[in-house]
């Protein structure tokens, strides 16, 4: 079930990020963001209800609450129009955990680690625009978003749900160069001119992201 829930991370993030780039309307991104937080919530609390003596399903659920909660309060946040400054900080406390888990994941699945990774990258931007209030980092996080969210979200899910996953040191070497190469991409697209005069829609500088582990 936590699969079926990061399959859906992915639209959230793009659409989170189209949202950060004045493409789609904050309220019409509130939506989706509390439909999959709502999901993320429910999921993992189903698995626990289920398998709660089991150490490992515990260990291995608890972090899609983080990411749950994400969605929730950023979807609320817009909606009833929140100071953004609290959803920053926790931002910060999920980033933190997200270093965490790329770092011990390194051994086991490479891969993960650097999905791991670009999570806690995700949730640092959103630190940085919501905490500190680093609106500069607006266009690089919206375009950061769109072209991470599905590939380390969605794309991830698909595989593991049909059994198709590698946890080689090599993949998880071409998944660190894609990390890079889309990094690089968000920078030369946040300079360019694609978006940049978009509808102007009441954009939100926040998150609309975030995904859950498998």
């Not at 190469?181 to 300079?191: E, G, Q, W």
Request: aromatic residues 12%; glycine residues 10%.
């Amino acid at each position: 079930m936590g699969n079926i829930g990061l399959l859906f991370v992915g639209i959230v993030l793009l659409v989170n990020g189209l949202n950060s780039l004045g493409v789609v309307p904050a309220r019409s991104a509130a939506i989706l963001n509390l439909f999959v937080g709502t999901m993320q919530v429910v999921l993992p609390t189903i698995i626990l209800i289920q398998n709660g003596s089991d150490a490992a399903v515990v260990s291995g659920t608890w972090p899609t609450y983080l990411f749950g909660f994400t969605y929730l309060y950023f979807g609320l946040g817009i909606l009833l129009k929140l100071e953004p400054e609290g959803f920053g900080w926790f931002s910060a406390f999920v980033a933190a955990l997200a270093f965490y888990h790329a770092i011990i994941s390194v051994a086991g699945d490479p891969v993960y680690a650097v999905i791991w990774l670009t999570w806690g990258i995700m949730w640092t931007l959103f630190f940085l625009l919501l905490a500190l209030g680093r609106s500069s980092l607006t266009r690089f996080t919206g375009w950061f978003l769109v072209l991470l969210g599905i590939p380390s979200c969605s794309l991830p899910a698909l595989l593991l749900i049909n059994g198709v996953w590698s946890t080689s040191p090599a993949v998880g070497v071409f998944a660190l160069a894609l990390l890079a190469a889309a990094t690089a991409l968000a920078v030369a697209l946040t300079r360019s001119s694609v978006f940049r005069d978009a509808a102007r829609v009441e954009a939100t500088p926040s998150p609309a992201v975030v995904a859950e582990p498998a």
